[in-house]
């Protein structure tokens, strides 16, 4: 099976702009959980979806949102990016669907994302 | 305040050492995961227990509840275990998932 993969690997903006992130998870996999990582904050998590609906929410503003396809791909959005949002972005799908926080992930390689 | 805390933040050892990594938080939790970070910032999920102990290869997962500790054991460890690794819980109630800063590896040959 192929593992889980995301688009694009690289991106550089500017503050303002908006930003779309796409993570396709491992087939066979409903649950589709996004997280940050930064040198300051470390790892954290944004959010989650299970069958086209956000399951879980992570403290993060509603600049942040995402959404997931019936074929449980799932995109991220970052409106008004602000410097502080250069970061990597990861993904990771689960199969059972118990959430996140219960069961083993699959993480993508992550979209490297700097705000200039 | 750090829901989960890690220590030691660096560690360097020479190959075949024992390593043990802690890991303690402060939450009451559904499950406890012990990640992989590899240079370059690629992810592996090596354990996920909520009770007991897990083995794999070298690698030893154990956990106590009523303490609110988890330590990680790598045995004969080895310079490709040179890694960045990190503990995370997630909540018994609510859905929330707290990660520690991370454990950065060094294993010289």
């Known amino acids: 099976k192929a593992g889980v993969t995301q688009t694009p690997r690289y991106l550089i903006k500017t503050r303002g702009q908006q930003v779309t992130l796409s993570c396709s998870p491992i087939s066979g996999h409903r649950s589709v959980s996004w997280y940050q990582q930064t040198p300051g904050q470390g790892l954290q998590f944004l959010f989650e979806?299970?069958?086209?609906?956000?399951?879980n929410k992570g403290n993060f503003p509603g600049r942040f949102s995402g959404r997931q396809f019936s074929n449980s791909r799932s995109e991220m959005n970052v409106s008004t990016l602000e410097l502080g949002d250069s970061a990597l972005y990861l993904c990771?799908?689960?199969?059972?669907?118990?959430?996140?926080?219960?069961?083993?992930?699959?993480f993508g390689p992550g979209t490297r994302l700097l705000v200039l | 305040k750090n829901e989960v805390e890690q220590s030691p933040q660096n560690l360097t050892a020479q190959e075949g050492e024992f390593i043990t990594i802690n890991c303690s938080y402060s939450v009451g939790i559904s499950a406890l995961h012990w990640l992989q970070q590899h240079p370059g910032g690629g992810i592996v999920s090596l354990f996920m227990l909520s009770s007991g102990k897990k083995k794999h290869g070298r690698l030893i997962a154990t956990i106590n509840i009523q303490e609110k500790h988890s330590s990680l054991h790598i045995t004969a460890s080895h310079p490709r275990d040179s890694a960045v690794y990190i503990c995370a819980v997630g909540l018994n109630t609510g859905n929330q998932f707290y990660f520690g800063t991370g454990t950065s590896l060094t294993v010289i040959p």
């Open positions: 979806y299970f069958s086209e609906t956000q399951r």
């Open positions: 990771a799908s689960s199969y059972l669907g118990s959430g996140p926080q219960r069961e083993t992930q699959y």
